[in-house]
């Protein structure tokens, strides 16, 4: 079955440190996203990619960062520059043209203690 | 970033009422999608629009697409337990480069 895999669910790491969170699709999409959700808030775009080796810096790009490597994977770094990194983190997939809307992950808890 | 108002901010239900919620923008959109997410998941498409004035029912959900292009209201009739959780609207266009703007939520609770 094709769909989009988030690891890991829940993710605890010491404040300063740099995590990194994967995300893969096995939708043939050319498009991937990472969206940041703050308890009881909307989605905020942190970067997206609609291309191998091409990113584009989202509304909160700040103290984060991307890379894609392959068509399949998305990897979001959380840097020790990211004040505030405790947050619901959504990677999401899409084709670059047509309305489909994007298929979404089931997300990785990030908690910075 | 550009956001879709979305409206109402929260609302409590109790089983077997029906439910309203709406987005509205300023600018006009090709696609409007409506998605729910359950607690600690990813977002899920419920419903996709795709024309002006498009009415589209998935079971017990009701969307329609506005004839200004410009909104959308999503329907629940006969609400359950099972139906909380936060409903999204977003909005799709080319010239955005497909891009989803999303509103910022639905929060529905149950009454208890």
């Known amino acids: 079955d094709g769909g989009i895999t988030q690891s890991p669910k829940y993710l605890f790491r010491k404040e300063g440190q740099n995590v990194t969170l994967s995300c893969e699709q096995n939708?043939?999409?050319?498009?991937m996203y990472w969206y940041r959700q703050d308890p009881g808030q909307g989605l905020r775009l942190i970067y997206y990619s609609q291309i191998v080796n091409d990113f584009q810096k989202g509304d909160i790009a700040e103290g984060y960062s991307v890379s894609r490597e392959k068509k399949e994977s998305f990897p979001l770094t959380v840097t020790s520059a990211q004040k505030n990194p405790t947050a619901f983190y959504l990677c999401?997939?899409?084709?670059?043209?047509?309305?489909?809307?994007?298929?979404f992950g089931s997300g990785t808890r990030l908690t910075v203690v | 970033g550009q956001q879709l108002n979305q409206s109402p901010q929260s609302m409590f239900i109790q089983e077997g009422e029906d439910v309203s919620m709406n987005c509205t923008s300023s600018?006009?959109?090709?696609?409007w999608l409506w998605y729910k997410q359950d607690p600690g998941e990813g977002p899920v498409l419920l419903i996709a629009l795709y024309k002006a004035g498009e009415l589209t029912s998935n079971g017990r959900l009701t969307a329609q697409f506005g004839i200004t292009r410009k909104d959308s209201f999503l329907n629940i009739s006969a609400s359950i337990p099972s139906d909380v959780g936060i409903y999204f609207c977003a909005g799709q266009r080319l010239e955005y480069g497909n891009k989803l703007v999303f509103g910022a939520g639905t929060i529905l609770r149950v009454k208890s």
């Open positions: 939708l043939n999409h050319d498009a």
């Open positions: 600018s006009i959109f090709n696609t």
């Open positions: 999401a997939s899409s084709i670059v043209t047509g309305g489909d809307g994007y298929t």
